[in-house]
């Protein structure tokens, strides 16, 4: 039923191909994020979780 309610629209077959671009030009654009960030940035990060809590790791320095 479906099928035949799809294919009575005109201009349908262009959906697929503007959602297969969008998915491709998403990955792309976090591929080249991930691709040109900071290494310290990226090594900073990763330790955030190992940190022991007598550090002040708290956004603007403030302990709440």
């Known amino acids: 039923m ?12 262009i959906y697929p191909l503007i959602s297969f671009t969008i ?3 998403f ?4 591929l ?3 691709a040109l960030m900071r290494k310290e940035y ?6 955030l979780a190992c940190a022991d809590e007598d ?10």
């Open 27 to 30: 990955f792309l654009g976090l």
């Open 32 to 34: 080249v994020y991930v």
């Open 23 to 25: 998915f491709f030009l």
């Open 2 to 13: 479906y099928k035949n309610v799809l294919q009575a629209i005109d201009g349908i077959e």
């Open 55 to 64: 550090e002040d790791q708290t956004i603007g320095g403030n302990r709440q």
């Open 42 to 47: 990226v090594s900073n990060m990763s330790s």
